[in-house]
């Protein structure tokens, strides 16, 4: 067997960039598009960004199965609890399901995870979940193999006073510099934005993801006609 | 080993054994894996399956035209690659689930029931069953296309491709897609893509099955395209066409003259 | 095996044939002997009091509690057998935290009223086991605002704006009902329960009272109201219903 062949017996992960943001009023997830095993891209167009409850999602980073399967438990636990509750479930409780599934499976689990969303208690909230499985809320955060590569730029752009425009503005530039960076990470730009108006998502494809780091634009896309 | 009997649980002395032995050098014997082009996609009224059809067995091929689209439902078939008694055993196990779910509900089977009946059972076991597949049916909601790996992870696609030779098939995919393919354009461009792979991946190799799911019903192609007739025939059990046995002596009774009826009562079934 | 109706008593897990279950019945008469125990749901916060019954002279003040905090959100008071009333007060402290460790967020009233009830209730289906012979006045302060609760041996609950439990305790309704509840504060709120335990309290022997609350006063979180305010409503109390008593 060859490198490649070898490579696609390797687990799935996600080499990332997964971010999210608060703004006055909600919060805006960010996720490059990218899932490899080994050196192969087995999907180009990945959804980072899964919904946990109507209001409340999750941008998983690491393993593709245990982020995937630890957010159908946490899907579950909630979709019980707000019954139990009458009411729909907090973004701080799904942060805390999520944080104890990652916390007590610690050994069994590659999972670096932020939950974020709105909720009428605290409005837009963020929570970071590294993969030890503690549980931080911060105003934003960034996680996966291409934050590494934008720390400064996102300490030195992030506000607490951005406007909703603002804010996905800054998650955009934050993403495409690390791609432009990362190897891991790469593809298209996925964001969520959540306030007390719903969930509004957002598609950057590849060939429009913005110039970051002094590369080449992509070539103009011929005109069919 | 001596006294492993008298404590009692497990004992793991041959697993020292083993490794004592690898060490050394010594090769074990692995199983059964289908080295395997496999490759989905969806089209305007529905998706395609293909695969082709060699088994290996290390370098041998062990099996000339094997079946690697699997049932699932009658609106679900699912491609296997990875050790062919795993991919046999998981689609197998998910398809008698989904059979005793439709007797209880009455209702179809969802593509998604079945994802996540395959990957919750693959994420159990951690990777060690060794299954990657090609999950594709048509329901109410329309056409489905998913991947499922070993460890459990699952993506939703509109083509893709799995086992050794995927990146043969995937090559053609990304060159030849788009979308609201006709059934004929996405059968071909599913039949080069398995075909690709046959020809230039080691593991992969024989003939193209398909299979094309629509709302309107399954269309299995078995041997689809039959690249690879087999090089030698079984000849057992040996079937002898009418009239090749001579015929040596003919006899022909009466048997009104050996057998006499009696009119009788008839028997009483009263209790 | 004699006598009308006999038989069916014996266990909780058996019906009479009229539908009753005769240990639920008793379990909800060994609370009606009790001293009563009063709570109502104020517009800043809940009041519980307890009417204690003097069952010795030489019985240490404050030695036998009938209210305890569960949560810093959340508390009981208990009417009928005490030591059944701890046991119900574990669960609760139990259900609260686990809740907290579970969900990282205090227990909702309805959560935590819902699943008491459900916890007596299952002593209602055995017959190796006794009802409670409890009634519990749930009151608790949270995102909802104030609620009180009473979850009955029966395992029976329902939200109250008040409710009275023990041997005073149609009295008490009736004299809870006469305030107004949406605009009594719970400052005023001890004195109106001080008055109405006074009220209904059976002369011969003498009772100590227990007032505990949760409100803004007490920053939101359960607490017994502190003794110089207990001194002062039971001041007033009995001065407004010798008042009374000399209108008459």
């Known amino acids: ?225 | 080993m001596a006294g492993a009997s008298q404590q009692g649980g497990f004992a793991f002395d041959l697993c020292k054994r083993n490794e004592f032995f690898e060490a050394k050098g010594v090769k074990h014997p692995g199983f059964t894996k289908t080295g395997t082009t496999i490759a989905g996609i969806i089209f305007k009224d529905g998706v395609v399956l293909g695969a082709d059809t060699r088994s290996t067995a290390g370098t041998t091929v062990a099996d000339k035209n094997c079946e690697k689209i699997h049932y699932i439902a009658p609106n679900i078939y699912c491609c296997g690659a990875g050790t062919a008694a795993d991919t046999e055993n998981v689609t197998g196990m998910v398809a008698s689930q989904l059979e005793l779910h439709r007797y209880a509900t009455g209702a179809q089977s969802r593509v998604v029931t079945a994802m996540t009946l395959l990957k919750g059972h693959l994420f159990k076991y951690q990777g060690h069953v060794s299954a990657a597949l090609v999950l594709g049916g048509v329901d109410f909601r329309g056409p489905h296309l998913f991947t499922v790996y070993p460890h459990g992870s699952t993506d939703s696609l509109p083509y893709c491709t799995m086992g050794s030779g995927s990146l043969n098939a995937m090559a053609v995919f990304e060159s030849g897609y788009k979308d609201d393919l006709t059934r004929e354009e996405a059968m071909d461009l599913v039949a080069r893509a398995i075909r690709s792979g046959i020809m230039n991946d080691l593991g992969s190799g024989s003939n193209v099955d398909l299979c094309i799911i629509t709302k309107d019903g399954v269309e299995y192609l078995r041997n689809h395209e039959y690249l690879q007739a087999k090089t030698y025939e079984r000849q057992f059990p040996q079937k002898f066409a009418s009239g090749s046995v001579p015929v040596v002596r003919e006899r022909i009774y009466d048997i009104k003259k050996v057998v006499t009826v009696v009119e009788g009562e008839p028997m009483d079934m009263e209790a | 095996m004699s006598g009308i109706g006999s038989g069916y008593d014996l266990s909780a897990s058996t019906f009479s044939p009229d539908g009753r279950i005769f240990q639920t019945d008793y379990a909800q008469k060994a609370v009606d002997n009790s001293g009563t125990v009063v709570g109502i749901k104020c517009k800043d916060g809940v009041v519980l009091g307890a009417e204690k019954l003097i069952i010795s002279k030489m019985l240490e003040e404050n030695s036998n509690r009938r209210t305890f905090p569960v949560d810093r959100h959340a508390g009981v008071a208990v009417a009928g057998v005490a030591a059944d009333g701890r046991s119900i007060v574990s669960r609760a402290m139990a259900e609260a935290n686990n809740y907290k460790n579970f969900y990282g967020d205090p227990i909702p009233g309805h959560v935590l009223a819902e699943r008491l009830g459900s916890f007596v209730h299952l002593f209602n289906l055995y017959s190796s086991v006794r009802p409670y012979g409890v009634c519990t006045l749930l009151a608790t302060y949270g995102k909802e605002g104030p609620q009180l609760y009473l979850v009955e041996p029966s395992g029976t609950t329902h939200r109250y704006f008040g409710t009275a439990v023990g041997k005073g305790r149609q009295g008490a309704k009736n004299e809870i009902e006469k305030l107004k509840l949406e605009e009594l504060s719970c400052q005023e709120g001890i004195k109106a329960v001080a008055k109405i335990l006074h009220q209904v309290h059976d002369e011969e022997k003498g009772f100590e009272m227990e007032l505990a609350w949760i409100c803004d006063e007490s920053k939101r979180q359960f607490q017994r109201v502190p003794q110089p305010l207990v001194d002062a409503a039971e001041a007033a109390a009995k001065a407004a219903l010798e008042a009374e008593d000399m209108d008459d």
């Not at chain 1, 425009?165 to 955009?172: E, M, N, P």
């Not at chain 1, 998502?201 to 011929?222: K, Q, T, Y």
Request: aromatic residues 6%; contains cysteine.
């Open chain 1, 1 to 225: 067997m060859d490198g490649t062949m070898q490579d696609l017996a390797l687990p799935v992960s996600m080499g990332t960039t997964i971010m999210a943001a608060s703004f006055d009023g909600g919060v805006v997830m960010g996720a490059d598009s990218r899932t490899s095993t080994g050196a192969y891209i087995a999907n180009r167009v990945t959804d980072k960004i899964t919904p946990l409850t109507d209001s409340i999602y999750i941008c998983r980073s690491g393993s593709a199965a245990d982020t995937q399967n630890l957010s159908r438990y946490v899907q579950l636990f909630l979709e019980q609890h707000s019954m139990e509750l009458g009411d729909e479930a907090e973004v701080k409780t799904a942060a805390k399901l999520a944080q104890m599934m990652a916390y007590q499976n610690k050994n069994m689990l590659q999972a670096g995870l932020i939950v974020a969303g709105w909720d009428r208690h605290e409005g837009g909230s963020v929570y970071a979940i590294p993969l030890g499985g503690t549980l931080v809320r911060t105003p934003f955060t960034i996680g996966g193999s291409g934050s590494a590569y934008i720390y400064g730029l996102c300490d030195k752009l992030w506000r607490p006073d951005m406007s909703e425009a603002d804010c996905q503005a800054f998650v955009v530039k934050a993403v495409s510099h690390a791609m432009a960076r990362d190897g891991s990470s790469g593809g298209c730009i996925r964001t969520v934005t959540i306030s007390k108006d719903g969930v509004k998502r957002n598609f950057i494809p590849g060939d429009s993801v913005p110039v970051a780091a002094g590369e080449l634009p992509a070539p103009v896309r011929a005109v069919q006609a």
